[in-house]
């Protein structure tokens, strides 16, 4: 296990990953983190797909993990909405161990996973619709939810009749309507083109700061990454994927994502993230050769 | 906010028709085609059967196929017939279609029933179930009773299968997306398994009613009192190859208004269709 917290030359990014919300000065014990993964190992038959792996999300604090194709980022975040128990290890949901179910989650997954046969309203409403809330004032939330990731006017379209990007955003009002504490997310923008996926970025980053969730973000850009998180975790190349470092993010916020990655720190912090990343990234190539000459 | 009105806009944008292939008459002209092709056949075999290159007795006569479908509606005998079909088929169809999604569901949704009755299953849908028909006339008689069990047995394993795979091939990752929105065993069931199935429920809707129908003329066919079926059974007897041909072209006609019925509250009723 190699988990080492880089510090930036910061002096500020030298105390170890705290949440980013200040928790007042005169309260005593830190509060449970929102997601721990305790030593959390998951095989697939004879593959190991993740081996050891132990990183935390605190309450109310933005994480991004970063790692190569393939290595097992769907895996960590399938064990901790509780879709897949973990072979080895634990985890744990501010601070109880996680049996069925992530109830406190919100997940987005990289797929799309919207219900083809409803119209984007009844989408997002599903999920209130399942806790039983009055019709009226679920499709009332419900089109505040589309207003505000831009497809008002749009409800009573159907997946098929939205684009990749719509669908997208359709999958995240319904999945923040529900109001969940924690968000995990999983590859959301990869598939959208630069202007669209810049937009969605700083809208999420206004959600985040309206309702302070802890997120579990998914991606395999590092830029993304470093303009909206708190905190950056690298996977080593899978099999037996565990992290192998982690970076705080020093970014003032509130973030433009577009603008905050032509400042210098954001530059540093990139070259930073990319050296540590570097030997790994070219160890899953050197692996790749090698299953091709096979 | 990103509710930029151009990217909100930015729905796929379909191509508007096909572009007619080079040679490729219009739709009329098509169509006047198809009819003049028709009037072709009809005249050839009015010519080969008046010129006795056909034997009358075994193709009839076209005038004297058409003079009897006159003769049927015209004088109304052929309305209880029709109707008698029609909702034969209907109640094969609507039976053969709710049994068939129960059953479906049930075993697509319990692994351990589906694999009890797996053998039986194979075998019931292997059987040629047309042989069903004495029998059924031996249990609920020459009424549309036997006709409308030999129908459910043909619609039933059509639904039965589409529906039963539509619940097994749900999905995952919307059935795991509902589950993480907090869905309960009976929410799942309504608003994942049962959508799902239905969108394979609506793909064999064509085929359950030609089943259905097929179901109902056997049925009449192999004995009864009253539908098209026994029309043509009748002719039959009386060796009278006219009403015969009659018969059939009515119930071809017959079949193709059902058919285009379907497509109709397809229309209606498949809107958000995955694919
Ligand atoms: N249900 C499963 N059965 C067997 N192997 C699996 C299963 N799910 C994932 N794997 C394997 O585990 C590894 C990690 O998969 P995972 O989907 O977590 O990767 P990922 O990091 O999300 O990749 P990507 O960036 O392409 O989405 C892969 O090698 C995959 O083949
Ligand atoms: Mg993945």
Request: net charge neutral; charged share 15%; aromatic share 10%.
């Amino acid at each position: 296990m190699t988990l080492a917290t880089h510090p930036g030359a910061h002096p500020g990014a030298l105390r170890p990953a705290m949440p980013a919300t200040d928790h007042g000065a005169g309260s005593a014990a830190a509060p449970p983190p929102a997601l721990l993964f305790d030593h959390v190992t998951v095989r697939f038959g004879a593959y190991t797909a993740v081996s050891d792996a132990h990183l935390q999300v605190a309450d109310g604090e933005f994480v991004s993990i970063v790692g190569p194709t393939g290595c097992g980022k769907s895996t960590l975040l399938n064990v901790a909405a509780g879709l897949l128990e973990p072979t080895e290890g634990d985890i744990c949901v501010y601070g109880r161990s996680l049996a069925g179910l992530n109830r406190a989650a919100g997940y987005l997954f990289q797929a799309d996973a919207l219900m083809p046969w409803r119209t984007a309203l009844r989408n997002v409403i599903t999920g209130l619709e399942y806790a039983g809330t009055a019709r009226a004032e679920a499709e009332r939330l419900g089109n505040e939810w589309l207003a505000r990731v831009g497809l008002s006017g749009h409800g009573e379209r159907f997946p098929h009749e939205m684009s990749g990007g719509m669908r997208k955003r359709v999958a995240l009002a319904q999945t923040l309507i529900r109001d969940p504490r924690i968000v995990l997310m999983d590859e959301p923008f990869s598939a959208l083109d630069v202007q669209t996926r810049v937009l969605m970025e700083n809208e999420l980053l206004q959600l985040w700061t309206t309702y302070r969730k802890s997120v579990l973000f998914i991606t395999h850009d590092l830029e993304e990454a470093i303009s909206l998180s708190d905190r950056v975790i690298i996977l080593s190349a899978g099999p037996s994927t565990h992290p192998i470092a982690e970076f705080k993010i020093d970014l003032e916020r509130p973030r433009d994502v577009a603008e905050i990655r032509m400042t210098p720190r954001f530059v540093e912090l990139y070259h930073l993230i990319w050296d540590a990343m570097k030997e790994e990234v070219l160890k899953a190539y050197e692996r790749n050769q090698r299953k091709l000459a096979d | 906010m990103i509710a930029n009105s151009a990217l909100a806009k930015s729905a796929p944008s379909r191509p508007a028709r096909r572009p007619r292939r080079k040679g490729m008459p219009g739709p009329l002209v098509m169509t006047t085609l198809q009819a003049g092709l028709l009037l072709v056949l009809l005249a050839a075999w009015y010519v080969l059967v008046s010129a006795k290159i056909f034997p009358v007795f075994f193709f009839g006569n076209p005038v004297q196929v058409f003079e009897q479908i006159f003769t049927w509606f015209a004088t109304g005998e052929i309305f209880v017939h029709l109707a008698t079909t029609l909702i034969e088929t209907l109640l094969a169809f609507v039976i053969g279609v709710l049994s068939g999604i129960g059953a479906g569901l049930w075993l697509g949704l319990s692994p351990l029933t589906a694999a009890l009755f797996d053998p039986y299953i194979k075998a019931l849908n292997a059987m040629p179930r047309v042989i069903l028909g004495p029998i059924f006339i031996v249990w609920f008689g020459l009424g549309i009773g036997s006709k409308v069990a030999l129908g459910v047995t043909l619609v039933f394993f059509v639904v039965f299968f589409n529906v039963f795979q539509g619940v097994r091939e749900v999905n995952p990752v919307i059935l795991a997306n509902a589950r993480m929105l907090g869905a309960n065993r009976r929410q799942l069931l309504s608003t994942v398994y049962i959508p799902s199935a239905l969108s394979w429920v609506f793909s064999s809707l064509h085929m359950s009613v030609g089943m259905a129908f097929v179901g109902a003329v056997v049925g009449e066919y192999l004995g009864s009192a009253r539908g098209v079926g026994y029309l043509i059974l009748q002719a039959e007897a009386t060796f009278d190859v006219n009403a015969v041909f009659a018969g059939i072209i009515v119930l071809t006609a017959f079949a193709l208004v059902l058919d285009f019925a379907v497509t109709v509250i397809e229309k209606r009723l498949i809107v958000g269709k995955p694919k």
